[in-house]
């Protein structure tokens, strides 16, 4: 920017200056806000509780108690999955049940970051083994990502995040790796 023996005009110049400013200026709002929500984060318990699930982070989890309100009014996981379009879309008719592509009628924001921290938790488990050089038979993760393609498991995961955080709102409870409804660890 400051160098003189540039061809830029001294107006392009000034004009990229202000833009830089003004980026400078956002990205010390972003930081102020990030600080905002990482406060509220940590005094909010059901926060620090979704938090605790693999691809759930601070931002995310704020997110999801803010928006979710009361757990308990929606009857199960799945209509907070289905919320945020995490489910197929469903077309049918005369008993035969057709299941389209993930319907993404829901909140995109919430629906984007619970994807994205499932894409990091995938991502992660894949350096990982790729590490230790062994496939973890007991992680359906793993299998699913051997059978289908690496979209479909980032999306059965945010899935499965959506209604664990429903579980846990619902039931005022904390996450467990290896949580069992009938009582006996997984």
Same mark, same amino acid.
């Given at each position: ?59 995310? !989890? ?19 999955? !289905? ?86 709102? !619902? ?16």
């Amino acid at each position: 920017m400051e160098e003189t023996s540039n061809e830029l005009p001294a107006t392009f110049r000034q004009l990229v200056g202000r833009l830089l400013d003004h980026l400078k200026e956002l990205d010390r709002q972003v930081g102020e806000v990030e600080f905002q929500i990482q406060q509220w984060h940590r005094d909010c318990t059901a926060s620090r509780q979704l938090a605790e699930i693999p691809g759930i982070g601070p931002i995310t !989890a704020t997110a999801l108690v803010a928006s979710i309100g009361d757990a308990k009014s929606f009857e199960n996981g799945r209509q907070v999955a !289905a919320w945020l379009g995490l489910v197929p879309k469903q077309h049918s008719s005369g008993g035969k049940a057709t299941l389209l592509g993930i319907s993404k009628r829901g909140d995109t924001y919430l629906r984007t970051l619970l994807i994205h921290g499932a894409r990091a938790v995938l991502f992660a488990m894949q350096r990982k083994t790729q590490k230790e050089g062994k496939v973890s038979q007991d992680n359906w993760l793993q299998r699913l990502q051997q059978r289908r393609c690496v979209n479909i498991a980032v999306v059965a995961l945010a899935n499965k995040n959506a209604r664990i955080a429903w579980a846990l709102l !619902a039931h005022d409870r904390t996450y467990q790796v290896d949580y069992s409804p009938d009582g006996q660890s997984a």
